[in-house]
């Protein structure tokens, strides 16, 4: 081979091996958890994203959920404080505060020792890729609870296996420094008339249900959360009310509300928040940061 063939066939080498490097997908990055208290997942680079500022709600305002607050915030300070705590699944009525409670007590336990808690959102469908967010986590000085709302499984999806293994059962187990919260509608995480027909067609309906219901059974704690009253409603309204110093009358403020609840069929902490929006608009106020 001559000296100027050799030329050219290295600068091919050269030029494949630029292209095949603009084609590879880039390197995962640490968890990088110093830049700040929150992140959200992105499951396609591996990576994660900071959140400079969580949209949440005070703790003050979460009405008609006293016990579910008290249980979750005791078990996140102790967590933050290095001792046992227990993965936990908020599950119930639509609107009832659940995600709001997570941030709120991630917000109250930072308050009181400031950066002692990272929290990290996971979406739903990245739920396989947590391994991999474990993976990255489990040699982090930091503390984090990882969080998934809305979690649910349906009749055909098989990544509530890959939870379970993480969460309980797998053979490197859940780091020490990582707890797992999730909000869910659905006490066991899947469709009703998915365990009722796995029941019905088995040999063994209670073997065949034990597989997806025992995913559940990897949350120590299991905060159930139902529809508020009327008075628990109310409660919130004027809780939203005095917070943002509305200018109306109780009466008129609950008479309002009320209404607004039956056009919406439902009383919730959300639904009392979207009242809230709806009456500081036609009052001509701002609602505070």
């Not at 958890?33 to 994203?49: G, N, R």
């Not at 993480?166 to 899947?190: C, K, Q, W």
Request: proline share 4%; glycine share 6%.
């Amino acid at each position: 081979m001559t000296a100027e063939n050799a030329s050219d066939l290295t600068a091919q080498l050269h030029r494949i091996a630029d292209a095949l490097e603009r084609l590879a997908p880039p390197a995962a990055e640490g968890a990088g958890l110093d830049a700040a208290d929150a992140f959200v997942w992105q499951a396609d680079s591996a990576t994660l994203q900071p959140v400079p500022k969580v949209s949440r709600v005070d703790m003050s305002l979460l009405q008609g959920v006293d016990r579910m607050r008290d249980i979750l915030l005791d078990n996140t300070r102790r967590f933050a404080k290095g001792l046992p705590a227990n993965n936990a699944l908020l599950w119930g009525a639509r609107g009832m505060g659940k995600s709001s409670l997570v941030k709120a007590a991630h917000a109250a336990v930072n308050e009181e020792s400031p950066s002692a808690l990272v929290l990290i959102e996971i979406h739903r469908e990245d739920i396989e890729s947590l391994p991999r967010l474990m993976l990255q986590l489990r040699d982090q000085p930091r503390r984090v609870v990882i969080f998934c709302d809305d979690l649910s499984f349906d009749h055909d999806d098989t990544d509530y296996k890959s939870l379970k293994a993480v969460l309980e059962g797998g053979i490197e187990g859940r780091p020490d420094n990582v707890l797992f919260y999730a909000t869910s509608n659905r006490r066991h995480l899947m469709p009703r008339d998915m365990v009722d027909n796995e029941r019905s067609t088995a040999i063994n309906p209670s073997e065949a249900v034990e597989e997806k219901v025992s995913l559940s059974d990897r949350f120590g704690l299991w905060l159930g959360f139902h529809n508020c009253s009327q008075a628990d409603y109310l409660e919130m309204v004027d809780g939203y009310a005095r917070y943002h110093g509305l200018e109306i009358g109780a009466e008129d403020l609950h008479a309002q509300a009320i209404e607004w609840a039956a056009t919406r069929g439902a009383r919730s902490g959300r639904v009392a928040w979207q009242f809230i929006q709806d009456l500081a608009g036609r009052l001509g106020a701002a609602l505070r940061d």
